[in-house]
T-cell receptor, first 111, second 114 residues
């Protein structure tokens, strides 16, 4: 039972264009959502988060949008850079505050 | 500032062997976690700890054991290694508050059981 789903295993984008990574969840009790970025041979690192009381949070080139009615969140990266090439995981804060992760989306930004 | 340190980085085990994956953090975080990452499956929580002397099971605890004798260390023990335990293992920690949900990860241990 996958409570957090990232249905696109991979995404390829041209440098300078927008990258949009999507994430769906099933549990309406989730109250906090995060995005992590992972480079090969490294651990995931925190990127950006959003509380369920908001619908948008912005940090530089990164913006996360939350649509609670659709149980959907997305990460926008504008403009995309080759250094953004990585695997992106979305996560939701579930029972006891423990995070439940999606499967990840591998982003490739082409120069 | 070392953060979360995991050792070893790589290990090959034979079926039935045992080993301990080490994890240490120097940020005085109360919460520590062990995740495994399988291809296309995201990260699954194995065990977690909310403080020294307190541990609890996550989603996929079978075949593993943990202990938390100090705030800094959270080792993961595999008693009888099986091929299904081939995975990348990540240790993580976070403070209680205010950024309680933001995990700090180690660089991982790649384990193969053959």
């Amino acid at each position: 039972d996958q409570q957090v789903k990232q249905n696109s295993p991979s995404l390829s984008v041209q440098e300078g264009r927008i990258s949009i990574l999507n994430c769906d969840y099933t549990n309406s009790m989730f109250d906090y959502f995060l995005w992590y970025k992972k480079y090969p041979a490294e651990g995931p690192t925190f990127l950006i988060s959003i509380s369920s009381i908001k619908d948008k949070n912005e940090d530089g080139r990164f913006t996360v949008f939350l649509n609670k009615s659709a149980k959907h969140l997305s990460l926008h990266i504008v403009p995309s850079q080759p250094g953004d090439s990585a695997v992106y995981f979305c996560a939701a804060s579930g029972w006891g505050g423990k995070l439940i992760f999606g499967q990840g989306t591998e982003l490739s930004v082409k120069p | 500032n070392a953060g979360v340190t995991q050792t070893p980085k790589f290990r090959i085990l034979k079926i039935g062997q045992s080993m301990t994956l080490q994890c240490a953090q120097d940020m005085n975080h109360n919460y520590m976690y062990w995740y495994r990452q399988d291809p296309g499956m995201g990260l699954k929580l194995i065990y977690y700890s909310v403080g020294a002397g307190i541990t609890d099971k996550g989603e996929v605890p079978n075949g593993y054991n943990v202990s938390r004798s100090t705030t800094e260390d959270f080792p993961l023990r595999l008693e009888l290694a099986a091929p299904s335990q081939t995975s990348v293992y990540f240790c993580a920690s976070n403070p209680t508050d205010p950024d309680g949900e933001k995990l700090f990860f180690g660089s991982g241990t790649q384990l193969s059981v053959l």
